[in-house]
Structures are given as structure tokens and as C-alpha cells.
DNA sequence: CCAAGACCATAAGGTAGTTTAAGAAATGCT
DNA sequence: AGCATTTCTTAAACTACCTTATGGTCTTGG
């Protein structure tokens, strides 16, 4: 099993004992997805928690203009799902798509739940984890209603050095929240300067 | 104490012992600020964790150019704090200041990681409590990547109509990313449809 | 009770970002 | 290899939003 790499890690955050790691083998399950292909769509519940071992994801929204916006990318070792449908039971509204061929693990809620009740030493992982996540979207948040298109698009750069050259500007532009043709211009001018 | 107000919160989540409502009693102390006064502000590390019994609060970051950017507001039974600042140590760049006369719950660092190592229990509340964060952040990312600054306005009547009328157009300008006059032509647009 | 700030509204001119459309470049498919 | 599709660029007209400025109302404190 591939589940090396979830183990790990865990570890680096919180050394597991050999049953945690036992029931992590036992309820995470690979699966591989090729390109294009969704693991959520609008409409459904989401079930599943997805951990990426290879590969890379988007999670989108499309707008009553039909328009997509992306939320997030999640590439090897993130965490990707609509975790508001996932708490909630809700219909999500939110879209997953494989933007390459990917292969990943993934939990379903019950599995999830009971990892948190028989080994609360989760609780505290996902704790981290759910704050780590926090953190990044305030400062994304703030970036958002603080700067300018051109500012967010360095500062991405800056910060995802490795996403860069795997996503199309068009994908980029919409996690920007800026259309491709701006960030085309954008672009030319920082390649100016 | 005024602990009870928080003592409630938690137990809605997830029911509490004796011995943990006796540590909660111990390791919170209340405290009251006036309007305008900080409780954080930029360059000092945040070494205590917020929560609002009374009045209310705005977490703000000043930019480059001297304008300060709303992140959050915060009213009874919100927390408020810089988590990045407080997980890690490092110098905050946000400003929390007290928008009303308000009495808070404050709990130390040491004292909420003693909270998490002897009571585990804490370690599930707190995780729901930033997938819930999490969750909000998320939706507002979303809305401030997909809609217009009227459309942003609607939307924060629609979710907080407890705080619009606590809280000046200036300040829910500054949160939804736009300048003052401009959400005050917004104002004026809605009002005659 | 008056002065000093806040807060809100309005308007004119400016800039950031969008729309539409069309062509060039890169990529995928058989 | 060769055609189709997606991706990137450019440009012009347009819209959303910003800047600056001005005046009015409402609080607040001394």
C-alpha cells in the first residue's frame, strides 16, 4: 500500500503508536483518477476526505454566469474536499477536478469520525491542520481585499513556486480572481520591468 | 466569573466534566477594554487566545501605503486572535482593537496547551472550531474572487444582520475590500431599488 | 455648549480590471 | 505527421471601482 507517505506524514506532526498506524492502513483507501476527472461534483455530498499522493486537483465554484473561480489547488501531501459538506451533510457547491493523473487516499466520513473517537490523538493532527489551513486563508483574504491584481500574482509566485509551471495561466487567473487576458498583461508587464 | 457564557459554548459542542469546567474556570481570566483600546498590535506576538464576552472587536492589517484592512470583526461568542502569530511565535502584522467598551475571556498560551494535553476533549472542540473558521473563510474567499463589491455588500447584511447596525460603514467598507464612498454610492444604489 | 472629530453623502476625473474578438503558439489526438 | 483543441497574447471599448475634494450631520469630550 501506498499509505507510506500519509504515515510520515502524521508522524512528522505527531509520532503515531503501530495500532494508529494500523487503522490509518486500514480506512484510507488509494485510488487513482486520471485527468479531467472529478472526485466532487456541485449538487453531490461530499464523503470523502482526499489526501494526494500524486497529482494535482482544483476545487472550483461556478458562478450564476456559468463562470468557474477557483478556490483551491492541492498538489502531493495536501488535503483537498468541500469540508462544509463534509461536516454538514449538505449538498456541496463546489467542483473537484484532477488537473492531472493523480493517485490518492482517501477516508470516508465514518472511518473519519471514528479515528477521532478511538484515537483522539487525531483530533489534534486535524486541529493543526484546520488552523495551518486557517492561517493561509486569512492572508489570502487579506491579500485579496489589500492588494492588486499584480501584487497577488507575485505573491503566488512567491508562494507556490512548485504549482506555478504544472497549472495554465487560465486556472491561475481564476484562483486570482482576474481574467486570463489580465494576467496576460500582468505578465508582460513584470517580464518588462 | 463571567466563565459561564463559555463554559455554555463549549458544553453545546461537546459536553464537559466537572474537572474540565474547573480548569476553563481557572486558566480564563476576564478582563474588560475600553473602545479603541488594542489587545494585540502589529509587531508583538500574540500570546493569548480572545474570547468576546461583550462588545466587540475588529482584527485589522495596516498596508504598505498606511490603509488599514478589516480581516475580521468579532462579537459575543467569537474568538479572535492572530492564530499564525500565536502557533508559531512570530511577530503579528494584524491589530485587534476594541470597537466598543467590551469584557473578553483571555486564556495563555501554555495555559490552552495544558488545556489540549490534559484534556484532550479540547483538541475535538477547538478542531471543529477552525473547520468552522475554515469553512467561513472559505466562502469568503470565494465571494470576494466571483462577485462585485454590491453583490459582497448584500451578502455580509444577509450573514451578519446582528453586526451592520454595531458597526460604521467605514469599517464594513474596509472589510469587504472597497473605499468608503464608493460602498456609500453602493448604499445609495440599493436604496432606490 | 462649543469645538473637534467622526461619519456619511455626492460628484468629477482617473485607474484597474473586463469584454469581445481575433490571431499566434503550444498541446493533444489518431 | 497533421488537424483539432486548448492556451496565450494583443488591442479597443467598456465598466467597476478609486481618488480627491467638498459639505453636511452626528458624536464626543472638555
Redesign the interface.
Known sequence: MKTLALIEYFNRMLPLDEKEIAFVEEIFKERSVKKRQFILQEGEICKQNTYVLEGCFRMY?I?PHG?E????FAIENWWIGD??SF?SNTPSKLNVEATENSIILQVKKEDQLKL?TDY?KF??I??VL??????G??????H????TAEERYLDFLERHPTLFNRISNVQIA????VTPEFLSTIRKKIAKS
Not at 473561480?69 to 483551491?72: A, F, R
Not at 485579496?144 to 492588494?147: D, E, H, K, T, V
Open positions: 465554484l458562478d463562470k473561480h477557483n478556490l483551491q469540508i462544509g461536516h477521532f483522539p483530533n489534534q486535524f486541529r484546520a488552523e495551518n489551513a486557517m492561517v486563508l486569512q492572508r489570502r483574504v487579506l485579496n481585499i489589500s492588494s481564476s484562483y486570482l480572481g
